[in-house]
C-alpha cells in the first residue's frame, strides 16, 4: 500500500506537468544513460531556452551567425553546474577562480532521426563530452546518443563517434556567441573527454543540484509540512 507521500506525489503528477528542470530526475539508470530535454533541434533559426521560474520553452536570442547547432541540445534535468562541476574544471586545465555557470548540465544527442521542434525528452547514452569555459565559467557539454538510435546508438565513446561532427560541436560552440575576428575570444574548449569523465561530470552536476535545491524526494513531504502550517 503506498505512504501519503507517495499518494500524494502521484496525485500532483496525475493533475500538473512536471517542471523540466526540476520536476524529472535523471534517470534510474543515470549518470551511464540519462534523460535529456531537448531545447533546440537543429534546424531552429532562433535560441530557445528554458524559463527557469515558468518551465516553459522560451526564445532566448535569434541565432546570430549562419552555423546551427549539429545535434538536438539540451540539459539534465535535476542537474547543476555548481562549485563540484566548477572544482573538476579546474583539477582539469590547471587553473584557478573558475566557477560553475549556475545552470543545468547542458546535452547535446547525437541520432540519424530529425525533430520538427523542441520541447519534449529522451534518453541518451553519454559518450563524452567538451569542457568548455564560457568567461570563467564551466560550461560543460556532456556528448550522448539517442538510446537506441540506428546510426549512433551502437557508439560507446566519444573516439567512435565520426570526427567531423564533433569539429562541427565544437565549431558551433566557438562560433555561436562571437564572430571570428572578434578578440578576446570569450569561448574556449579546454578539453574533449570520454564516457568515464562524462559520467564524472553528471554525477559532479547531480551533486551540485542537491546541493544547491535539496533532495527532490524530500519534496513531497515538505509540501505536506507547509500546507499543515
Avoid at 127 to 139: C, H, K, P, S, V
Avoid at 192 to 207: K, L, M, P
Wanted: charged share 25%; with cysteine.
Amino acid at each position: 500500500m503506498p505512504t501519503n507521500d507517495e499518494a500524494l506525489h502521484d496525485l500532483l503528477a496525475k493533475l500538473f506537468q512536471a517542471h523540466p528542470w526540476h520536476g524529472v530526475a535523471p534517470g534510474a539508470d543515470a549518470p551511464a544513460v540519462v534523460n535529456a530535454y531537448i531545447e533546440i533541434v537543429p534546424t531552429d533559426a532562433v535560441k530557445y531556452e528554458l524559463d527557469k521560474p515558468s518551465g516553459h520553452l522560451r526564445v532566448d536570442r535569434p541565432q546570430r551567425f549562419s552555423s546551427m547547432c549539429p545535434t538536438p541540445y539540451g540539459f539534465i534535468p535535476q542537474t547543476y553546474c555548481g562549485a563540484s562541476v566548477a572544482a573538476l574544471c579546474e583539477a582539469r586545465v590547471g587553473r584557478t577562480g573558475i566557477r560553475g555557470d549556475g545552470d543545468p548540465l547542458d546535452i547535446c544527442v547525437l541520432t540519424e532521426r530529425p525533430a520538427a521542434h523542441g520541447d519534449f525528452f529522451v534518453r541518451a547514452r553519454a559518450i563524452g563530452g567538451l569542457r568548455m569555459i564560457d568567461g570563467n565559467e564551466a560550461d560543460d557539454k556532456i556528448i550522448a546518443v539517442l538510446a537506441d538510435d540506428v546510426t549512433y546508438g551502437h557508439l560507446s565513446d566519444i573516439a567512435d563517434a565520426p570526427t567531423g561532427l564533433i569539429d562541427r560541436l565544437q565549431h558551433y560552440f566557438l562560433s555561436y556567441k562571437q564572430l571570428p575576428q572578434e578578440a578576446p575570444r570569450r569561448v574556449e574548449i579546454a578539453e574533449v573527454y570520454n564516457r568515464a569523465d562524462a559520467s564524472e561530470v553528471i554525477r559532479r552536476s547531480v551533486e551540485d543540484y542537491r546541493e544547491r535545491f535539496g533532495a527532490p524526494e524530500t519534496r513531497v513531504a515538505e509540501l505536506r509540512r507547509l500546507l499543515s502550517e
